[in-house]
T-cell receptor, first 115, second 113 residues
Protein backbone atom coordinates (compact mmCIF):
# COMPACT_ATOMS: atom_id res chain seq x y z
CA UNK A 1 0.00 0.00 0.00
CA UNK A 2 0.87 3.64 -0.22
CA UNK A 3 3.01 5.25 2.47
CA UNK A 4 2.19 8.28 4.56
CA UNK A 5 4.88 9.64 6.81
CA UNK A 6 4.10 11.79 9.80
CA UNK A 7 6.75 13.73 11.65
CA UNK A 8 7.60 13.98 14.45
CA UNK A 9 6.34 10.79 16.02
CA UNK A 10 6.44 12.42 19.41
CA UNK A 11 7.09 15.91 20.74
CA UNK A 12 7.19 17.60 24.12
CA UNK A 13 6.77 21.34 24.23
CA UNK A 14 6.31 24.05 26.79
CA UNK A 15 2.98 25.68 27.37
CA UNK A 16 2.56 28.74 25.18
CA UNK A 17 4.80 27.57 22.36
CA UNK A 18 3.74 26.36 18.92
CA UNK A 19 4.33 22.95 17.41
CA UNK A 20 4.23 21.94 13.76
CA UNK A 21 3.37 18.43 12.64
CA UNK A 22 4.04 17.30 9.08
CA UNK A 23 2.14 14.75 7.05
CA UNK A 24 3.70 13.58 3.80
CA UNK A 25 2.46 11.18 1.16
CA UNK A 26 5.68 9.54 0.01
CA UNK A 27 4.69 7.72 -3.14
CA UNK A 28 1.50 9.36 -4.32
CA UNK A 29 -0.07 12.76 -4.65
CA UNK A 30 -2.82 13.64 -2.24
CA UNK A 31 -5.17 16.46 -3.04
CA UNK A 32 -6.98 15.80 0.21
CA UNK A 33 -5.62 15.03 3.63
CA UNK A 34 -7.39 14.61 6.94
CA UNK A 35 -6.31 15.47 10.46
CA UNK A 36 -7.62 13.54 13.45
CA UNK A 37 -7.18 13.80 17.17
CA UNK A 38 -7.33 10.79 19.43
CA UNK A 39 -7.69 10.98 23.18
CA UNK A 40 -6.44 8.10 25.32
CA UNK A 41 -8.47 4.96 24.84
CA UNK A 42 -10.93 6.78 22.62
CA UNK A 43 -11.77 6.95 18.98
CA UNK A 44 -10.44 9.27 16.32
CA UNK A 45 -12.13 12.62 16.02
CA UNK A 46 -11.91 14.35 12.68
CA UNK A 47 -10.52 17.84 13.16
CA UNK A 48 -10.30 19.12 9.62
CA UNK A 49 -10.10 18.26 5.96
CA UNK A 50 -7.14 19.75 4.16
CA UNK A 51 -7.29 20.43 0.44
CA UNK A 52 -4.23 21.37 -1.57
CA UNK A 53 -4.21 25.00 -2.54
CA UNK A 54 -7.28 26.00 -0.57
CA UNK A 55 -8.37 26.62 2.98
CA UNK A 56 -8.98 23.68 5.25
CA UNK A 57 -12.47 22.76 6.30
CA UNK A 58 -12.73 22.48 10.06
CA UNK A 59 -15.21 20.38 11.98
CA UNK A 60 -17.57 22.01 14.37
CA UNK A 61 -15.93 22.89 17.65
CA UNK A 62 -12.36 22.90 16.32
CA UNK A 63 -10.64 26.25 16.68
CA UNK A 64 -9.25 27.38 13.35
CA UNK A 65 -6.83 29.84 14.94
CA UNK A 66 -5.60 27.24 17.35
CA UNK A 67 -5.00 24.47 14.86
CA UNK A 68 -3.53 25.96 11.71
CA UNK A 69 -3.54 23.69 8.68
CA UNK A 70 -1.56 24.29 5.52
CA UNK A 71 -1.62 22.08 2.44
CA UNK A 72 0.86 23.81 0.19
CA UNK A 73 1.75 20.89 -2.05
CA UNK A 74 0.24 17.64 -3.26
CA UNK A 75 2.44 15.65 -0.89
CA UNK A 76 2.57 17.75 2.26
CA UNK A 77 0.09 19.01 4.80
CA UNK A 78 1.06 20.58 8.11
CA UNK A 79 -0.81 21.06 11.35
CA UNK A 80 0.46 23.76 13.67
CA UNK A 81 -0.80 23.81 17.23
CA UNK A 82 -0.44 27.42 18.27
CA UNK A 83 0.06 28.60 21.84
CA UNK A 84 -0.17 25.05 23.05
CA UNK A 85 -1.63 24.25 26.45
CA UNK A 86 -1.65 21.03 28.44
CA UNK A 87 -5.21 20.28 27.29
CA UNK A 88 -3.88 20.10 23.72
CA UNK A 89 -1.84 17.07 24.68
CA UNK A 90 -3.09 14.23 22.55
CA UNK A 91 -2.31 11.84 19.73
CA UNK A 92 -2.69 13.49 16.34
CA UNK A 93 -3.05 11.36 13.22
CA UNK A 94 -3.17 12.38 9.59
CA UNK A 95 -4.39 10.50 6.57
CA UNK A 96 -3.90 11.15 2.88
CA UNK A 97 -6.48 10.28 0.28
CA UNK A 98 -5.26 8.15 -2.59
CA UNK A 99 -8.03 8.85 -5.09
CA UNK A 100 -7.08 6.14 -7.57
CA UNK A 101 -7.08 3.45 -4.88
CA UNK A 102 -10.15 5.05 -3.27
CA UNK A 103 -8.55 4.76 0.12
CA UNK A 104 -7.13 7.03 2.80
CA UNK A 105 -3.74 5.96 4.11
CA UNK A 106 -2.75 6.89 7.65
CA UNK A 107 0.42 8.28 9.10
CA UNK A 108 1.89 6.73 12.21
CA UNK A 109 0.65 9.51 14.45
CA UNK A 110 2.27 12.18 16.62
CA UNK A 111 2.13 12.09 20.40
CA UNK A 112 2.06 15.70 21.62
CA UNK A 113 2.72 16.43 25.27
CA UNK A 114 2.47 20.00 26.48
CA UNK A 115 4.11 20.70 29.82
CA UNK B 1 -24.98 11.65 8.15
CA UNK B 2 -23.21 8.48 9.20
CA UNK B 3 -22.47 6.84 12.50
CA UNK B 4 -20.93 3.64 13.73
CA UNK B 5 -21.57 1.64 16.86
CA UNK B 6 -19.09 -0.95 18.00
CA UNK B 7 -20.53 -3.32 20.56
CA UNK B 8 -18.06 -4.13 23.26
CA UNK B 9 -15.17 -1.86 24.11
CA UNK B 10 -13.10 -4.85 25.12
CA UNK B 11 -13.17 -8.41 23.81
CA UNK B 12 -11.04 -11.26 25.10
CA UNK B 13 -10.53 -14.52 23.25
CA UNK B 14 -8.27 -17.48 23.71
CA UNK B 15 -5.51 -18.10 21.22
CA UNK B 16 -6.95 -20.22 18.42
CA UNK B 17 -10.54 -19.22 19.14
CA UNK B 18 -12.90 -17.37 16.85
CA UNK B 19 -12.65 -13.61 16.81
CA UNK B 20 -15.91 -11.68 16.37
CA UNK B 21 -15.94 -7.91 16.60
CA UNK B 22 -19.30 -6.27 16.06
CA UNK B 23 -20.06 -3.13 14.10
CA UNK B 24 -23.39 -1.59 13.23
CA UNK B 25 -23.71 1.46 11.08
CA UNK B 26 -26.18 4.15 10.25
CA UNK B 27 -26.01 5.98 6.97
CA UNK B 28 -28.36 8.15 4.97
CA UNK B 29 -26.55 7.22 1.76
CA UNK B 30 -25.06 3.95 0.49
CA UNK B 31 -22.12 3.37 2.78
CA UNK B 32 -18.55 2.40 2.37
CA UNK B 33 -17.38 0.47 5.43
CA UNK B 34 -13.92 -0.14 6.79
CA UNK B 35 -12.11 -1.99 9.52
CA UNK B 36 -8.79 -0.65 10.80
CA UNK B 37 -6.34 -2.00 13.34
CA UNK B 38 -4.22 0.17 15.61
CA UNK B 39 -1.25 -0.95 17.65
CA UNK B 40 -0.15 1.19 20.63
CA UNK B 41 1.18 4.61 19.65
CA UNK B 42 0.83 3.90 15.98
CA UNK B 43 -1.41 4.97 13.15
CA UNK B 44 -4.16 2.92 11.60
CA UNK B 45 -3.76 0.06 9.19
CA UNK B 46 -6.59 -0.93 6.91
CA UNK B 47 -7.73 -4.52 7.38
CA UNK B 48 -10.49 -4.54 4.80
CA UNK B 49 -13.15 -2.40 3.17
CA UNK B 50 -16.57 -2.74 1.62
CA UNK B 51 -17.32 -0.47 -1.32
CA UNK B 52 -20.53 -1.92 -2.73
CA UNK B 53 -19.01 -4.90 -4.50
CA UNK B 54 -19.04 -8.35 -2.86
CA UNK B 55 -20.79 -8.40 0.49
CA UNK B 56 -18.23 -10.80 1.97
CA UNK B 57 -14.95 -9.01 2.12
CA UNK B 58 -11.65 -10.69 2.82
CA UNK B 59 -8.83 -8.67 4.26
CA UNK B 60 -5.31 -9.04 5.49
CA UNK B 61 -4.10 -11.33 8.28
CA UNK B 62 -6.99 -13.75 7.83
CA UNK B 63 -9.75 -11.29 8.73
CA UNK B 64 -13.02 -11.01 6.88
CA UNK B 65 -16.28 -9.12 7.26
CA UNK B 66 -19.75 -9.43 5.83
CA UNK B 67 -21.91 -6.50 4.87
CA UNK B 68 -25.53 -7.15 5.84
CA UNK B 69 -27.75 -4.34 4.72
CA UNK B 70 -30.86 -5.75 6.39
CA UNK B 71 -29.06 -5.76 9.72
CA UNK B 72 -26.99 -2.62 9.04
CA UNK B 73 -24.00 -4.61 10.24
CA UNK B 74 -20.40 -5.17 9.20
CA UNK B 75 -18.97 -7.56 11.76
CA UNK B 76 -15.31 -8.54 11.64
CA UNK B 77 -14.30 -12.17 12.07
CA UNK B 78 -11.24 -14.35 12.09
CA UNK B 79 -11.45 -18.12 12.53
CA UNK B 80 -8.42 -18.50 14.77
CA UNK B 81 -6.92 -15.77 16.93
CA UNK B 82 -3.18 -15.24 17.15
CA UNK B 83 -1.36 -13.41 19.90
CA UNK B 84 -0.29 -10.84 17.32
CA UNK B 85 -3.96 -9.93 16.77
CA UNK B 86 -4.08 -8.19 20.15
CA UNK B 87 -4.73 -4.54 19.28
CA UNK B 88 -7.42 -1.90 19.00
CA UNK B 89 -9.89 -2.30 16.14
CA UNK B 90 -11.93 0.48 14.65
CA UNK B 91 -14.92 0.24 12.36
CA UNK B 92 -15.52 3.26 10.14
CA UNK B 93 -18.10 4.44 7.63
CA UNK B 94 -18.14 6.98 4.85
CA UNK B 95 -20.69 7.92 2.27
CA UNK B 96 -20.00 6.41 -1.13
CA UNK B 97 -17.36 8.56 -2.77
CA UNK B 98 -16.94 10.80 0.29
CA UNK B 99 -13.76 9.40 1.88
CA UNK B 100 -14.47 11.34 5.06
CA UNK B 101 -14.49 8.65 7.71
CA UNK B 102 -16.61 8.44 10.83
CA UNK B 103 -15.12 6.04 13.34
CA UNK B 104 -16.63 3.88 16.00
CA UNK B 105 -15.25 4.06 19.53
CA UNK B 106 -13.06 1.05 18.99
CA UNK B 107 -12.80 -2.43 20.44
CA UNK B 108 -9.72 -3.59 22.22
CA UNK B 109 -8.99 -7.21 21.46
CA UNK B 110 -7.02 -9.23 23.97
CA UNK B 111 -5.75 -12.71 23.10
CA UNK B 112 -5.20 -15.06 25.99
CA UNK B 113 -2.48 -17.69 25.57
Amino acid sequence: GAVVSQHPSWVICKSGTSVKIECRSLDFQATTMFWYRQFPKQSLMLMATSNEGSKATYEQGVEKDKFLINHASLTLSTLTVTSAHPEDSSFYICSALHTREREAFFGQGTRLTVV
Amino acid sequence: AQSVTQLGSHVSVSEGALVLLRCNYSSSVPPYLFWYVQYPNQGLQLLLKYTSAATLVKGINGFEAEFKKSETSFHLTKPSAHMSDAAEYFCAVSGAGSYQLTFGKGTKLSVIP
